[in-house]
């Protein structure tokens, strides 16, 4: 198991995230260290970093190294962006850095946007997308094209940089607001105009765009918390940023999902992003919970090209390794609901996506075992709620959370999550639940008894025929107990019948 320390010196904010990881398999986020360093503070009249930025700054790094020093961190990579990038003095703040133990290394506009492009194609499932990364100094736009960063480039539009160039009042003047707009608009006209009518998905990171979406989401009380994998839908943004705009920085601290250390620069980075989805024509964008500093970490995870082989797979096997089950179990109920799935297929006509979803439950069913046997039912929900499903919809990542919620006991019910799924995301939690309760409970001896599993749909009933190399009888009673359920969604009586390899002939119905 290796750890490695990421350290990214922004012009408004400073990071330390450390990574514990299994190369290629597995990682997790372990520690952080934030920091309002400001380090782009004046850099737009002066073209120089503050003497008190600096400071800030390098009393950030020093507490980087004791860290490191502390918990045997031995791994450290450390860059600079926008800011150090276009100081004229940026240079001053390397040698000290450096005396420091955390040598940074100034990362190019096209490296920042590489960074950021790879952090989507490891953290969302799409092939081809905009990515549009606002920090305090500087916004990094790249092209994605079958996963892969095609070009980009770093554009003057940091929330700190245009907040001291244009909004000189609290709250800004319409004046400041449509100078900042027009400034916006001329320098991107050419790239928003090249993204009308593409196909690609827009994909919005950075901590500007993910305050906003949390301002939304907490106004519309969104039932998950994950931010990664949200759409952020422009009418939102639009009503948002008219609300921001007429508030001091006094009271947009006060508005829930806005950070009080950004509420000063949070106005020129939302009319940023309005510009942006008014300029492209764009309904909405993707919020990425990753940015630069998980790029960065890719290219320690994974080998070149540094992309996971599915970004799926990656998160489900992380939240695994973390919480690790009895492994044959597990793969006793996969099958089972595989046979399940397909056998059922004339009553639930559900297609494959259901099948992988239906899968994932099965591999997280009793990842609760890790806290507690009781209640591990609720326990592995909430860690399926929490977990950044990285690849994964909202949408899905709700539904296996009730699965797992709803896996042993309990009538299946969308609960908070019913408006995000819909009815028919209902009645896809009522299939899908049946199956996986039906699976557990055929493995109810965790030793595997049920070795084959055929399905016969009648017209009145189902008949589930069990085979062993002995009588599963414990299984057989559990499975009967989800009778009930079971008629009440497929329409069917279900009727349970054993054939033991021993005694051939020889059947038990339940």
């Known amino acids: 198991m290796a750890r490695v320390g990421i350290v990214d010196v922004g012009s408004g904010t400073a990071r330390l995230v450390v990574y514990e990881y299994e190369p290629g398999r597995w990682y997790r986020l372990v520690d952080e260290m934030r920091e309002p360093v400001r380090l782009g503070e004046g850099l737009a009249e002066s073209g120089r970093l503050a003497p008190a930025a600096m400071q800030r700054a390098l009393a950030f790094l020093a507490a980087v190294r004791d860290y ?27 040698q000290p850095a450096r005396l420091l133990g955390v040598p940074l290394r100034v990362l190019s506009g096209e490296e920042e946007a590489r960074y950021g492009a790879l952090a989507v194609s490891g953290g969302l499932e799409v092939e081809q997308a905009w990515v549009m990364d606002l920090g305090g100094g500087s916004a990094q736009i790249s092209r994605l094209e079958e996963r892969r960063w095609r070009w980009g480039r770093a554009y003057p539009l940091g929330a700190v940089r245009l907040t001291e160039q244009f909004l000189r009042h609290d709250p800004p003047k319409a004046r400041e607001v449509e100078e900042l707009r027009d400034f916006v608009a001329a320098r991107l006209e050419e790239v928003t105009t090249a993204m009308r009518g593409d196909a690609a998905v827009l994909v919005g990171m950075g901590g500007t765009v ?26 939102d943004l639009e009503a948002l940023v008219e609300r921001l705009q007429g508030l001091s920085a006094a009271k947009r601290k006060r508005v829930a999902g806005i950070s009080a250390d950004r509420s000063d620069v949070i106005v020129a980075g939302a009319l940023v992003w309005r510009e942006v989805l008014r300029l492209a024509r764009r309904s909405e964008m993707v919020i990425s919970g990753f940015g630069v500093r998980e790029g960065a970490f890719f290219r320690h995870f994974l080998p070149p090209p540094h992309l996971p082989e599915s970004v799926r797979e990656l998160h489900l096997a992380s939240l695994e390794a973390r919480f690790p089950q009895q492994s044959e179990h597990i793969q006793s109920v996969r099958r089972l609901v595989a046979e399940l799935f397909a056998g059922l297929k004339p009553l639930h006509r559900l297609g494959p996506r259901s099948a992988r979803l239906l899968d994932a439950a099965a591999r997280l069913h009793d990842i609760g075992l890790a806290i507690d046997f009781y209640d591990h039912h609720k326990h592995g929900a909430y860690l399926v709620q929490n977990h950044v499903f990285a690849g994964w919809s909202h949408r899905e990542q709700a539904l296996l959370s009730l699965l797992v919620r709803y896996h042993r006991k309990g009538r299946p019910a969308a609960g908070a999550f019913r408006e995000l799924l819909g009815a028919e995301g209902e009645e896809e939690l009522q299939k899908l639940a049946v199956i996986l309760r039906l699976a557990e409970h055929l493995e109810r001896a965790r030793s595997g008894r049920v070795t084959s599993l055929a399905v016969e749909v009648k017209d009145a009933s189902v008949v589930l025929r069990l085979g062993g190399p002995e009588n599963a009888w414990v299984e057989a009673w559990e499975a009967q107990k989800d009778a009930a359920l079971f008629s009440r969604v497929f329409g069917r009586r279900l009727v349970i019948s054993q054939e033991v390899a021993q005694q051939p002939g020889r059947q038990h119905e339940a």
């Open 68 to 94: 490191a020093t502390a918990t045997g961190l031995e791994r450290l990579e450390a860059f600079a962006t926008s800011a150090v990038r276009s100081a004229e003095n940026g240079a001053e703040l390397l």
């Open 210 to 235: 993910r305050n906003l979406a949390r301002a939304v989401r907490r106004q519309q009380r969104y039932p998950l918390e994950q931010l990664h994998s949200y759409s952020l839908r422009a009418e």
